[in-house]
Nanobody, 126 residues
Framework: QVQLAESGGGLVQAGDSLRLSCVASGLSIRNYHMVWFRQAPGKEREFVAGTRPSGGITYYADSVKGRFTYSRDNAQNTVYLQMNSLKPEDTAVYYC???????????????????WGQGTQVTVSS
């Protein structure tokens, strides 16, 4: 049974940092596309950052480039999202997602992913 467990969210002020973690069980992340999405109230779920199984290029949403850093630790079966210089517009529930086979053009599409965590709330006050 595949499980993705996010943690690390919280309430912070603008300019602060948070580090999210996603621990995977029931799969080996080295074989999966591992990504982060977020969903703000009243908005669609949007891609934040992630990589393909081979690692290599990390893809980011334009809105987080230069502020967020994605990383993965295959030995710990965990992916991370380091979020710096947080803004109120970063407020959302952040989800970890995984899928084994995704074409590159669908990497940023939530519909492409079979496995999801329960999400962790990030709230940034101004």
């Amino acid at each position: 049974q595949v499980q993705l467990a996010e943690s690390g969210g919280g309430l912070v002020q603008a300019g602060d940092s948070l580090r999210l973690s996603c621990v995977a069980s029931g799969l080996s992340i080295r074989n999966y596309h591992m990504v982060w999405f977020r969903q703000a109230p009243g908005k669609e779920r949007e891609f934040v950052a992630g990589t393909r199984p081979s690692g290599g290029i990390t893809y980011y949403a334009d809105s987080v480039k230069g502020r967020f850093t994605y990383s993965r630790d295959n030995a710990q079966n965990t992916v991370y999202l380091q979020m710096n210089s947080l803004k109120p517009e970063d407020t959302a529930v952040y989800y970890c997602a995984a899928d084994r086979q995704i074409i590159l053009s669908s990497l940023r599409s939530a519909d492409a992913y079979d496995y999801w965590g329960q999400g962790t709330q990030v709230t940034v006050s101004s």
